[in-house]
C-alpha cells in the first residue's frame, strides 16, 4: 500500500490493521513526519512502514513548501492558500512514485491513496511506470477549488497509464480507480 499525503499516519494505521503487510508513506510536511515517526517507531523498525520524507512530484529535485499551523492543509508554494494560516516555508525534496517504487525495489502496489491536492497532476505524470505495471487499485482527493485538481483531468491521466481504468466519482471531491 502506497500512503500519498500521510500526514500523521490515519491511513497508514487502517492499512496496517487491514492487513498490509508494508505500507509507503509520503509526506514532506516536517512537522508531520516528525510526529509520524513517533506514533510508527515499531512499524518503521520492523519493516511494516517505510516513510519517504518528500513532496510527491514528477521526478527528484526541490520545492518550496508552506508549513501551517494545520495538519492537512501544507502545500507547495505554488498551490498554497493563505487562508491556512502559513508557519513558515521550507524546502522539501522532490520525488516520482515510478522513482521511489524502484529505489525501495517493491515487487508489487496494490493500492494508492493520493491525498496531495492540487500537487495530483504532476504526481501522477511521475506515477505512469508504476500505474501501468502493477494496475493498484487507488482512492483520490481532490481540492474543489484547485485549478490543478480537475475531475476530468485527474482521471484521463490515470488512464493514460491504463486505459482500462473504471473511474467512479463522488460529489467531485473523491475518485476510485479500479
Do not use: H
Request: with cysteine; net charge positive; proline share 6%.
Amino acid at each position: 500500500v502506497i500512503d500519498i499525503g500521510s500526514q500523521i499516519g490515519t491511513f497508514t494505521r487502517l492499512a496496517l490493521g487491514k492487513g498490509a503487510a508494508l505500507v509507503v508513506a509520503i509526506e514532506p510536511d516536517p512537522t508531520n513526519n516528525a510526529c509520524f515517526k513517533r506514533t510508527f517507531a515499531k512499524d518503521i523498525a520492523e519493516g511494516r512502514v517505510v516513510l519517504v520524507e518528500a513532496a510527491l512530484w514528477e521526478k527528484s529535485g526541490t520545492t518550496k513548501f508552506v508549513v501551517t499551523s494545520r495538519s492537512d492543509a501544507g502545500a507547495v508554494v505554488s498551490e498554497f492558500e493563505p487562508r491556512w494560516n502559513p508557519v513558515r516555508v521550507v524546502d522539501v525534496p522532490t520525488t516520482s512514485l515510478d522513482g521511489t517504487v524502484q529505489r525501495l525495489n517493491l515487487p508489487r502496489v496494490d493500492f494508492i491513496k493520493w491525498a496531495i491536492g492540487g500537487a495530483t497532476q504532476p504526481a501522477l505524470r511521475g506515477a505512469r511506470q508504476t500505474l501501468s505495471r502493477f494496475r493498484p487499485r487507488m482512492a483520490m482527493t481532490m481540492v474543489i477549488d484547485s485549478s490543478s485538481d480537475d475531475p476530468v483531468v485527474l482521471p484521463r491521466l490515470a488512464r493514460e497509464a491504463v486505459p482500462t481504468y473504471n473511474v467512479f466519482t463522488c460529489e467531485l471531491l473523491l475518485a476510485y480507480f479500479y
